[in-house]
Each structure stands twice: as structure tokens, then as C-alpha cells.
């Protein structure tokens, strides 16, 4: 249950032609501590709750734990979460033998184009497309967690 990632600026919108799907999210937080995140997302028509541990000294990996739960549960909860909803379309795209995750946000954080990519160990090689920008990976103002309290237009 350790998430090993890498996280992006995104440049453009090319990346939407490459993608193989899109999904509406919606997710709020119970809990941002620093030691620990509890997130409730819906993602389409499904919601999920997701606890996060603090991540490593690089920002590549940190402990995760998610389920699914039904959406009116998912529902519910949002109503408890902290202030800052986030409101966001991730698009999945794969490049070469990986898949990006793009998440383009929108309300407060319209405007920011994040890609994040999975990996199995802190020093695998991937394929990077042209679209991906500066790596922002441990930079804590990029964290879910962190745009909901500080959003992108407010910087």
C-alpha cells in the first residue's frame, strides 16, 4: 500500500487527443494533517475514501489506503469535509508502457493542469510526452490537500 509517484506541470491541452478516458471528480478532506490525509472523492458515479500517510523526504512515496463507497455515502461525508471542495477532470493518458493521470481543475483552481504517473520504484524510467512540464513532485502547494485550502488563483 505504498504510492510511489511523480508529479507534473502539464503545458498544454495536447494531451486530451492522447487520452483514453476523462471523469468528473469531486473530493473534499476530513482530515489534512501532515501526518495523515482522509479523502472522500466521488469519481463518476462512484465515491471512495482514501486515508495518506506523509509522504517520504522526496515527495515520490507515501502510505495510501482507499475503498470504494457508495455514492450517497460519498455524498453525505462531502458535507463534513473541510472548506475547499476541488472540482477537477482527470484524463487518462497512456505513453509508452505507463498511464498519466491529468487532472485540469476548475472553480478556485481553474487553470492548473497537473499530471501525476504511478511507478513501481522511485528509479523507473518512463516516456515523457512534450506536453509535460516542470516536475513539481514533493512541492507541497501542489497536494489535493493543499489546493483545497490554498487554491491556484489565490497564489
Not at 495518506?52 to 523526504?57: E, I, L, W, Y
Not at 476548475?106 to 513501481?120: M, P, R, S, T, W
Amino acid at each position: 500500500m505504498i504510492e510511489i509517484e511523480r508529479k507534473f506541470l502539464v503545458k498544454n491541452t495536447q494531451f486530451k487527443t492522447q487520452a483514453q478516458s476523462s471523469t468528473r471528480i469531486v473530493q473534499g478532506f476530513l482530515n489534512t494533517h501532515a501526518d495523515r490525509t482522509v479523502r472522500v472523492r466521488i469519481k463518476g458515479a462512484q465515491g471512495y475514501l482514501t486515508i495518506k500517510g506523509r509522504s517520504n523526504a522526496a515527495g515520490t512515496s507515501r502510505f495510501e489506503w482507499e475503498t470504494a463507497i457508495p455514492l450517497a455515502e460519498a455524498e453525505t461525508l462531502l458535507n463534513l469535509c473541510e472548506p475547499g471542495i476541488l472540482d477537477k477532470v482527470r484524463y487518462e493518458v497512456p505513453v509508452g508502457t505507463h498511464l498519466f493521470e491529468v487532472d485540469e481543475f476548475h472553480g478556485e483552481n481553474q487553470g492548473l493542469i497537473v499530471a501525476e504517473i504511478e511507478l513501481q520504484n522511485e528509479d523507473e524510467t518512463f516516456d515523457k510526452p512534450d506536453w509535460l512540464g516542470e516536475e513539481v513532485t514533493g512541492q507541497v502547494k501542489y497536494y489535493n490537500s493543499q489546493l483545497a485550502k490554498k487554491p491556484f488563483s489565490t497564489w
